[in-house]
């Protein structure tokens, strides 16, 4: 079993609400890419999207059988909000905030990172792809 992986995730809308997608980028420590995730979600908003990258991408990594993971995102309030900094006002986010945090609690350990977008250019590569895919 992979003892630390890395998790990098994006999600997007074109227009907020409007067609909206996720990248996500499993990697390990040594950035090898273990899996990828490009998917296209229907109507949401930036912010949901986010949120749906984020479990989508812990969702595979629980399925890896990864106990501790360090997780990017380029979505300042998801991360500020998945650490407790930022409480949930949102009532559409909420929803997505409890099931995510509730499968965050599955791992031994977790970090949430915030970093800029280009310095997650893949998993923003692979939102915009499942659009471009969806948009033809």
Same mark, same amino acid.
């Given at each position: 079993?992979?003892?630390?992986?890395?998790?990098?995730?994006?999600?997007?809308?074109?227009? *907020?609400?409007?067609?909206?997608?996720?990248?996500?980028?499993?990697?390990?420590?040594?950035?090898?890419?273990?899996?990828?995730?490009?998917?296209?979600?229907?109507?949401?908003?930036?912010?949901?999207?986010?949120?749906?990258?984020?479990?989508?991408?812990?969702?595979?990594?629980?399925?890896?059988?990864?106990?501790?993971? %360090?997780?990017?995102?380029?979505?300042?309030?998801?991360?500020?909000?998945?650490?407790?900094?930022?409480?949930?006002?949102?009532?559409?986010?909420?929803?997505?905030?409890?099931?995510?945090? *509730?499968?965050?609690?599955?791992?031994?350990? %977790?970090?949430?990172?915030?970093?800029?977008?280009?310095?997650?250019?893949?998993?923003?590569?692979?939102? *915009?792809?499942?659009?471009?895919?969806?948009?033809?």
């Amino acid at each position: 079993m992979v003892k630390t992986l890395i998790l990098r995730t994006d999600g997007g809308a074109r227009g *907020n609400p409007g067609s909206a997608a996720i990248g996500v980028v499993i990697e390990d420590k040594t950035g090898q890419e273990i899996k990828t995730i490009s998917h296209y979600i229907g109507e949401a908003t930036n912010n949901q999207a986010e949120y749906k990258a984020i479990y989508a991408g812990l969702k595979a990594a629980k399925e890896i059988g990864v106990q501790e993971i %360090i997780c990017y995102l380029d979505s300042e309030l998801v991360v500020k909000q998945l650490k407790l900094e930022y409480k949930v006002k949102d009532k559409e986010l909420a929803p997505l905030f409890i099931k995510t945090w *509730n499968l965050a609690q599955e791992f031994k350990e %977790i970090k949430f990172i915030h970093v800029p977008r280009e310095r997650n250019k893949r998993a923003d590569w692979l939102v *915009n792809q499942a659009l471009d895919k969806y948009e033809k």
